[in-house]
């Protein structure tokens, strides 16, 4: 079992910054793939960015692209989703998610999901 807390969601005018992190424990986070999922009102989630274990090997959803960055720190078994150029349709509840095989932007190969931080940008 992996249990993902996130936190650093709020809210925040368009054109500002956020940074989450979802801390990991129970099973070694090394050995996981990890991925940031959003769910907007109204929309199916998705998935916005996967890192794979060692951090080498990245995937990003088109919308965000040059704007969001993932990464990871394996000693402190957490993984970041820094967003900058915040806009309104990045309002969404923001998940991060567990996989045991490579970096993956398919939501089904993901074993583990935490509770989700808010994410609110204002116009």
């Known amino acids: 079992q992996v249990q993902l807390v996130e936190s650093g969601g709020g809210l925040v005018q368009t054109g500002g910054s956020l940074r989450l992190s979802c801390a990991a424990s129970g099973r070694t986070f090394s050995g996981y793939a990890m991925g940031w999922f959003r769910r907007a009102p109204g929309k199916e989630r998705e998935c916005v960015a996967s890192?794979?274990?060692?951090?080498?090997?990245?995937y990003y959803e088109d919308s965000v692209k040059d704007r969001f960055t993932i990464s990871r720190d394996n000693a402190k078994n957490t993984v970041y989703l820094q967003m900058n150029s915040l806009k309104p349709e990045d309002t969404a509840v923001y998940y991060c998610a567990a996989s045991g095989g490579g970096a993956t932007m398919n939501a089904r190969r993901y074993a583990y999901w935490g509770q989700g931080t808010q994410v609110t940008v204002s116009s």
């Open positions: 890192v794979s274990w060692s951090g080498g090997t990245t």
